[in-house]
C-alpha cells in the first residue's frame, strides 16, 4: 500500500513542489508522511462542506489546489477557520497534501488548461518561482 510520501513523491515527478511560488505552503499541510494511503480525495479547497461530505468514512488523504493554512497558525482550536478545519483532518486520520502553484505552472497543469480553455496557442513561461 502506498504511502503518503510516496502520493507525494508522484505529484511531484508532475508538479515539482520546488517550482512553486516562494509564499506558497504546497506539500504536506497535516498529517504524517509514512501514514498509509488506500483512498484518496480531491478538491479546489477545504471548506465545511468538503469535510462535511466525508461521511463515516473519510479519505485517508485529501489533495487540495488551494492551501487550508496560509499564515502562521498559534492554536488549533475546533471551529469554522482554516485551523479548525486542519484540526478536523488531523483528528479524523486525513493527510492534507496541497498542489497550487506547483500545479499551476507544471505541463498540462491549471495554466496550461486556461490557455487551452481561450483558444490561445503561443504560450510561454511567466513570472517565475518566488514571484
Known amino acids: 500500500m502506498p504511502s ?5 513523491a508522484i505529484l511531484d515527478r508532475t508538479a515539482p513542489s520546488g517550482s512553486a511560488a516562494a509564499w506558497d505552503p504546497v506539500g504536506l499541510q497535516v498529517g504524517d508522511p509514512a501514514a498509509d494511503v488506500s483512498s484518496v480525495a480531491v478538491c479546489h ?21 488551494h492551501p487550508l493554512l496560509f499564515q502562521p497558525t498559534t492554536r488549533f482550536v ?5 485551523a479548525g ?8 486520520g486525513v493527510s492534507l497534501v496541497v498542489v497550487h502553484t506547483s500545479f499551476d505552472g507544471a505541463p498540462g497543469g491549471t495554466a496550461d488548461a486556461m490557455a487551452s480553455a481561450v483558444g490561445l496557442d503561443a504560450v510561454g513561461p511567466f513570472g517565475g518561482s518566488g514571484q
Open 4 to 8: 503518503v510520501s510516496d502520493v507525494l
Open 85 to 92: 478545519r486542519a484540526l478536523r483532518l488531523a483528528e479524523a
Open 45 to 65: 479547497e477545504v471548506t465545511e462542506e468538503v469535510l462535511g461530505a466525508f461521511g463515516p468514512r473519510p479519505p485517508d488523504l485529501l489533495v487540495t489546489y
Open 78 to 82: 475546533a471551529g469554522a477557520s482554516p
